[in-house]
């Protein structure tokens, strides 16, 4: 079985308040696609050599429209 990030995959959505000003915030993403300009097309099993985040978990990245709080969230990766 393959671990993948529901998240990044649209299995099911995580919703999170910011903590500056309580307004919902945006999911912009795996933190690995910001490592440089050809993260995003890397294959995962490339990207978490490199992201010094656990295989089991993906890092993303929320951030408010309010306030532009940003935030790192880690999810749990699950078989598929």
């Given amino acids: 079985m393959k ?3 529901p998240l990044c995959n649209g299995l099911y959505k995580v919703d999170y308040n910011c903590i500056k000003c309580n307004e919902a915030m945006i999911d912009k993403g795996p933190e690995v696609n ?3 300009n ?3 097309y890397l ?3 490339v990207t ?3 992201d010094g985040v656990k295989n089991d978990k993906c890092v993303h ?3 408010c429209p309010n306030c532009n709080y940003k ?3 880690s999810i749990e ?3 598929i």
């Fill in 61 to 63: 990245i929320y951030q």
């Fill in 34 to 36: 910001y490592l440089d």
């Fill in 43 to 45: 294959l995962d099993e």
């Fill in 38 to 40: 050809y993260s995003p």
């Fill in 3 to 5: 671990l993948v990030c």
């Fill in 48 to 50: 978490h050599l490199v």
């Fill in 71 to 73: 935030e790192r969230y």
């Fill in 77 to 79: 990766r699950k078989n």
